[in-house]
């Protein structure tokens, strides 16, 4: 009995990580495509221009790489599918390893913390660029 409870815990786990997938995902292209947002109301409510504004690179260089998390999130969702569905055949042809599946799962990560690190940074530059121009 005590298996079946653990057995049962672990589908439970599994199916948090995957929600929590999908919530991570999402919640991160919001961030991103938010602080794009937010960086082009700032411009035109409080400086008026970007040609007004200092230190323009700061703010290309912050959208740029917002832009790329957001590119780089695309791609991770894309390459889940297919990483799973290798998987999943792999199942069904009872030629599942454990090891290439965790594999392909580091591989997704590294796609999330790239994605998490350079929306970070974006955000970062984005408030550079605003305190400066603030100031």
Known sequence: METDTIQGYKKELEILIIKSQEIFERQLNYISAGAIGISFAFIEKLIGSLRDASFKGIIFIGWFVLTM???????????????????ISEIINDQYDQRKALDRNNTLDKYNYWSISLTIFGIILILIFVTVNVI
């Open 69 to 87: 998390s957001l590119l780089i999130n695309l791609i991770s969702h894309f390459k889940a599918k297919s990483l799973h569905s290798k998987t």
